[in-house]
């Protein structure tokens, strides 16, 4: 990046006139076009290309970054590694790409988050420097009141040892989780009155919310400040709830018929800090074009003044 001395004077004017057409070229169009997007803050939920990352991680992660992308949320961490490399090595190559690691979703084993884990699953995470950690998900067989409760309870202790090394510890949300259970739904009856909001914070999926019949912007309304994290997919129709983990409709962000702009009007009572595009279906067979339109749909519309 830097010019030579020698013949300093030619190769000075021969450099403004480089410059000059560098800024009228397509290249530099593209360079501030993803410099741009960049200033949005948008973040990828790394399962939406997990295929590709499986395959070429530097490779994806580069495609991401010429893309727009800022911020990642991870997908993949197992005996201390994440995508097979150490936090410092994964941490460097995202660093040096302009991107950041916001968060990162947990390992889903057979019993979930256990208590003998945390610790060293807070340590190795802390020292990737992520600010949140996300447990995303729920065995079917643990879907029942009683286990629901269990999990709370086991969740917050998690989160009080996240809280140690410096980690905000979270909850992802299906469509399951708004089922009414014997007059009790568990989204509203156990786990926004029984997680510590100090302890976990509420990841909220529009997709999975809305699927479930559920309105964010009234459950924003109705408990301020406990969504920090946001995740982005649309829908590609409206239907009656249903409460089983169907995907087949999923869109990328701005071609569905959520209504984004009104849901992130409401991202301060939220309480939101961060947002991640996320598309389960790794945009059927297309997940870097199904990514792309996301963020252009993001950062040329719905997120617009």
């Keep these: 990046m830097k010019t030579s001395q020698n013949r300093r004077e030619f190769l000075r004017l021969s450099a403004v006139g480089a410059l000059g057409m560098m800024a ?43 893309l727009g992308y800022k911020n990642l949320e991870l997908a993949s961490y197992s005996n201390g590694k994440f995508y097979g490399f150490s936090p410092v090595e994964f941490k460097k ?38 600010k949140y950690c996300v447990q995303p998900w729920v065995n079917e ?37 708004f089922e009414n259970i014997n007059g009790v739904v568990p989204y509203y009856d156990i786990f926004m009155p029984e997680m510590d909001k100090d302890l976990i914070t509420m990841e909220i999926d529009l997709f999975w919310v809305s699927k479930a019949g559920q309105d964010p912007v009234d459950m924003f309304n109705k408990y301020p400040g406990r969504f920090q994290l946001f995740h982005l997919k649309d829908m590609a129709k409206k239907q009656e709830p249903y409460f089983d983990v169907i995907k087949d409709d999923i869109t990328a962000v701005g071609e569905g018929v959520i209504d984004f702009k009104r849901i992130l009007a409401a991202k301060e009572v939220a309480g939101m800090k961060y947002m991640f595009v996320e598309d389960d279906n790794q945009g059927n067979g297309k997940p870097f074009e199904a990514v792309e339109t996301s963020i252009n749909n993001l950062t040329t519309d719905i997120l617009k003044a």
């Design 141 to 177: 067989e643990d879907r029942n009141i009683e286990a629901y409760k269990k999990m709370v309870a086991d969740l917050n202790e998690v989160g009080r040892i996240m809280k140690g090394t410096g980690i905000q510890f979270g909850y992802h949300n299906h469509n399951f989780e």
């Design 93 to 130: 190559m995202v660093n040096d790409l302009g991107m950041e690691i916001i968060s990162s979703h947990t390992q889903v084993e057979a019993t979930g988050i256990t208590l003998d884990n945390a610790q060293k699953m807070a340590d190795d995470h802390a020292e990737l420097g992520v």
């Design 24 to 66: 009228f070229s397509p290249l530099a169009c593209t360079s501030a076009a993803a410099t741009d997007k960049k200033s949005y803050g948008v973040g990828l939920q790394l399962y939406t290309i997990r295929d590709a990352m499986d395959a070429d991680v530097q490779g994806s992660l580069q495609k991401l970054s010429d």
